[in-house]
């Protein structure tokens, strides 16, 4: 498995795959522009080519996902708003588009009290049309974008499989439309795998609702809150009410195993650091050892 880690992108967007490098990530997540500003970037064509230069060239940063803007709200019943958030999707995919980036990961956002129904073929007429004018600038096919199920906080959109696989489905089943799995997200939103077997349960209820080959990356995190608290609260692994070997479980599953895992964890206070990318590896390696020990007893 791929693990990656979320890094600044400060000093140019290049720099962003050497402090992957010094963090010993296989793969790296970046902002484009702002998280919390709808203001966009402005990134020339130089910028962007030097960083598919940089990335084709790099030996072990292997692959890069761009987080779009926390502000996007792709569900609200404010047309304006939803509108101003569709165009700030358009301009985060044209951005990770140029970049050869794997996937542009989005928070779906909230319906505000109107209900998921009601809301669904919007956001769906919403990401195909994202989709079409990023596609229509660049004048070629954009990377994934990808659906990141939510913890279930107030009317937030996305908080199950279910929600997941609808929105999809309201979208015409479209190749590029993929899913993020945050494991903290899942937990808070009151799906546990605190063992192998409820583990194996959370993945096959994944590709039995979302379907094979849509899940594109794995955000790792531990949790600050417990079990169904419906809060976004990411802690380091191992620290939190998850921990490792429930994580373990869960990133050692077969089915996951080509998918890459990009931590978003709060490290000393200015995210992931090297130790949370080894403590990755560890909990991965700890979960292998484990369903490989189940496998020989189960054999004999």
């Not at 956002?109 to 989709?131: D, K, M, Q, T, Y």
């Not at 990356?217 to 998850?242: P, T």
Request: proline share 4%; charged share 20%; hydrophobic share 40%.
């Amino acid at each position: 498995m791929i693990i990656g880690a979320h890094v600044k992108s400060s000093g140019g967007l290049a720099s962003a795959l050497r402090r992957g490098r010094e963090l010993g990530a296989d793969a790296i997540q970046i902002f484009t522009q702002s998280p919390r500003m709808w203001r966009s970037s402005s990134h020339s064509p130089d910028e962007l080519a030097a960083y598919r230069a940089a990335q084709q060239a790099e030996t072990h940063v292997r692959t890069t996902f761009c987080h779009a803007t926390y502000l996007i709200n792709l569900a609200s019943p404010d047309t304006d708003l939803a509108e101003r958030s569709r165009n700030c999707l358009v301009e985060n995919l044209v951005t990770a588009s140029a970049i050869a980036a794997s996937g542009v990961i989005v928070h779906v956002g909230s319906h505000r009290g109107e209900g998921f129904e009601r809301v669904a073929g919007a956001v769906a007429r919403r990401l195909l049309s994202a989709l079409d004018e990023a596609g229509a600038v660049l004048g070629s096919a954009t990377c994934p974008l990808l659906l990141e199920n939510a913890a279930g906080a107030g009317g937030t959109v996305g908080r199950t499989f279910d929600e997941l696989a609808a929105l999809i489905a309201a979208a015409g089943g479209d190749a590029r439309l993929g899913v993020c799995l945050d494991t903290q997200h899942l937990f808070a939103s009151g799906v546990p795998y605190r063992d192998e077997p409820e583990a194996n349960a959370v993945v096959s209820s994944l590709e039995r609702t979302i379907g094979p080959g849509r899940l594109g990356c794995i955000h790792l995190n531990d949790s600050k809150v417990v079990l169904g608290a419906n809060r976004d609260r990411h802690e380091n692994l191992g620290e939190g009410e998850i921990g490792a070997e429930a994580l373990g479980h869960l990133i050692s599953h077969p089915g996951l195993a080509t998918v890459p895992s990009i931590l978003e964890v709060p490290g000393s206070g200015d995210g992931p650091r090297a130790q949370d990318v080894i403590a990755a590896r560890a909990i991965l390696s700890a979960g292998l050892q484990w369903r490989n020990r189940r496998k020989g007893l189960s054999a004999q």
